[in-house]
């Protein structure tokens, strides 16, 4: 069985940092496109970065592009996301997403394993 555990989460100020990480369990870490998306509340759930199998190639939403930094170890079977000069409008839950090969990347239909999310809450 396939899971997905995000950890990070908390309360910033504007201005601050925090690191997210992934942790997967029950599939060939390495072999899968990792993703983070985020959703506020009432709003739909926005890609914001992901990473291809080995780490290459990564892609960024432009609202945080310059602000955050995917990475992975595969070796622990862990994404992050190292995010840095944070904003109110950062604040939502952020979720790990995982698929062996996404059709749109950019979209989260294309993701098959979701892990339950980690709230993060940037205050002004």
């Known amino acids: 069985q396939v899971q997905l555990v995000e950890s990070g989460g908390g309360l910033v100020q504007a201005g601050g940092s925090l690191r997210l990480a992934c942790a997967g369990s029950?599939?060939?870490?390495?072999?899968?496109?990792m993703a983070w998306f985020r959703q506020a509340p009432g709003k739909e759930r926005d890609f914001v970065a992901r990473?291809?199998?080995?780490?290459?190639?990564?892609y960024y939403a432009d609202s945080v592009k310059g602000r955050f930094t995917i990475s992975r170890d595969n070796a622990k079977n862990t994404v992050y996301l190292q995010m840095s000069s944070l904003k109110p409008e950062d604040t939502a839950v952020y979720y790990c997403?995982?698929?062996?090969?996404?059709?749109?990347?950019?979209?989260?239909?294309?993701?098959?394993?979701w892990g339950r999310g980690t709230q993060v809450t940037v205050s002004s």
């Open positions: 997403a995982a698929d062996w090969t996404p059709v749109s990347p950019s979209d989260s239909k294309s993701y098959d394993y």
């Open positions: 029950g599939l060939t870490f390495g072999e899968h496109v």
């Open positions: 990473i291809s199998e080995r780490g290459g190639h990564t």
